[in-house]
């Protein structure tokens, strides 16, 4: 069984991102416009939707808030499917860099597309009765318990086994692959998955600890409100996200290209090492 050399993927990763970064950013900037703007204006209202429902105790009026919401969700996966298929061809080789632009939806885009959905309607199956039977279990009044701090390791947990399993390889499965696509990385991942998990930790953590520091330089330190229950710290936290939104907004913008470029560079290189046997051509 192959084993995906962690520090080498990663290296090749970043190498490649910095060797091809004006290419990223003319494949994806058009996507990645359309995601920010809807991303801004649709979290803004939700913010202030939720932050006055809590006040006025009316928490009922928020379906055409999450209605919203949900449409951006589904706006946004398929806009990244598109920017993920492009740069995926662009590490195999199979498509150079556009002059300025580039916007296509086809056959990839779609399978891309409906991949994601899969991978979110997954993690979803899977978080959604354990926050509902944890919460129910372990209240939410007064302050954070052991049990409720049980439940956000779980969580996390799930995460965490998600990502390597099915996550780390789904770029370059669905750009290359007329397979199942999710079935199809949880095999290919088989007896790598501490090392999967390090290559993502590579990428994801380094560009985390960016995004943060950028944002404490631009926005400096917001300050702390009094929280004298778990509502009231809820609202603050809601504050403090809208106040910080535009720079997030931004941010999230500005380094897309790094992520997106690192992430499809890194599913490609483990994908090639992996994909030891022909495939089946199978509609996911």
Do not use: C
Not at 144 to 167: D, E, H, T
Not at 208 to 225: D, E, N, T, W
């Amino acid at each position: 069984m192959a084993r995906v050399p962690v520090v080498a993927t990663i290296r090749e990763a970043y190498a490649f991102t910095f060797a091809n970064l004006n290419g990223i950013i003319g494949l994806i900037w058009i996507p990645m416009v359309l995601v920010t703007i809807m991303g801004f204006f649709t979290f803004q209202r939700y913010y202030n939707d939720v932050i006055q429902a809590m006040a006025s105790g009316a928490t009922a009026t928020l379906g055409p808030t999450m209605l919203m919401m949900l449409g951006y969700i589904i706006a946004a996966l398929l806009l990244h499917a598109v920017m993920y298929v492009a740069v995926v061809q662009l590490a195999m080789g199979t498509r150079t860099a556009p002059a300025w632009a580039h916007f296509a939806f086809g056959t990839e885009e779609w399978r891309m597309f409906r991949a994601f959905l899969a991978f979110a309607g997954l993690l979803l199956a899977v978080l959604i009765p354990i926050l509902v039977i944890g919460t129910a279990a372990t209240g939410t009044a007064g302050s954070p318990s052991p049990a409720m701090a049980g439940l956000v390791l779980l969580v996390y947990a799930v995460l965490i086994l998600a990502v390597p399993r099915f996550l780390a390889l789904l770029p370059a499965i669905a750009a290359a692959e007329n397979v199942p696509v999710l079935r199809r990385a949880w095999q290919l991942s088989t007896g790598n998955f501490w090392r999967l998990l390090a290559i993502m930790a590579g990428i994801f953590i380094p560009l985390l600890i960016l995004m943060g520091l950028l944002q404490l330089a631009l926005g400096g330190r917001l300050p702390s409100v009094p929280a004298e229950n778990e509502q009231m710290r809820m609202m603050a936290g809601l504050l403090r996200a809208r106040d910080t939104l535009p720079i997030v907004s931004g941010l999230g913008f500005f380094l897309s290209p790094l992520l997106i470029g690192l992430f499809a560079s890194a599913s490609v290189s483990a994908w090639r090492l992996l994909k030891t046997e022909t495939t089946v051509d199978i509609e996911a």
